[in-house]
């Protein structure tokens, strides 16, 4: 059984640019999390999403949006990249609100 | 692997030894508490959890004490492994509130 997939694993993008990184949750889950993970720190909360609709929202400027599709994978976009946006952005499936498991991340490097 | 985390205090162990990673949490609400491994270039694994209603919770090789009155969390590797070199962070959640992540400690095994 899969686990959860992110693609694409890395990328490297401009300021001023804009990014869609996809989520693909384990199979039977349907709640997604998105962090974001600095270099050096812990993961930080940016969205929840739980049967398509958001469920929590984290301390993120409103560059950051993010949806769920009826197969409960989901989207997270960024604006307007700025250098500060490169991070590992880690998604989390979970069949409520507890129980998550996280997937490998994408690396996004912004230049 | 790209490091996820070059800043972070360091815990330096003999192999076959035990280690005790700490975590000092932040909300006298929270009433789950997990532990995580985050090797280079993966997501954070489950390792154990704990409910506030436990002081102590044992897996294999690993055990989870909680003391909730000083607010302290710390993980205890039994003979450890070179395998068990990675980041550790505990994390939080309080009710249906998402997942609070800590600052990480990383640990490093001596063959």
């Known amino acids: 059984d899969a686990g959860v997939t992110q693609s694409p694993t890395h990328l490297i993008k401009t300021r001023g640019q804009h990014v869609t990184l996809r989520c693909s949750p384990i199979?039977?889950?349907?709640?997604v999390s998105w962090y974001q993970q600095v270099l050096g720190q812990g993961p930080q909360f940016i969205f929840q999403y739980y049967e398509k609709e958001e469920r929590g929202r984290g301390n993120f400027p409103d560059r950051f949006s993010a949806r769920q599709f009826p197969n409960y994978s989901s989207e997270l976009n960024v604006n307007a990249l700025l250098l500060g946006d490169s991070a590992l952005y880690l998604c989390a499936s979970s069949l409520d609100y507890y129980g998550y498991t996280f997937g490998s991340g994408t690396r996004l490097t912004v230049v | 692997g790209e490091s996820v985390g070059l800043h972070l205090p360091t815990l330096s162990v003999q192999e076959g030894d035990n280690s005790i990673i700490n975590c000092a949490y932040s909300n006298s609400a929270s009433d789950y508490f997990i532990w995580y491994k985050q090797e280079s270039g993966k997501g954070p694994q489950f390792i154990i959890d704990i409910r506030s209603n436990m002081d102590k919770r044992q897996g294999q090789r690993v055990t989870v004490l909680l003391n909730k009155t000083v607010k302290h969390l710390s993980l205890q590797i039994a003979a450890t492994q070179p395998g068990d070199s990675a980041v550790y962070f505990c994390?939080?959640?309080?009710?249906?509130?998402?997942?609070?992540f800590g600052k990480g400690t990383r640990l490093s095994v001596i063959a």
């Open positions: 994390a939080e959640q309080s009710g249906n509130t998402p997942l609070v």
């Open positions: 199979s039977g889950h349907k709640s």
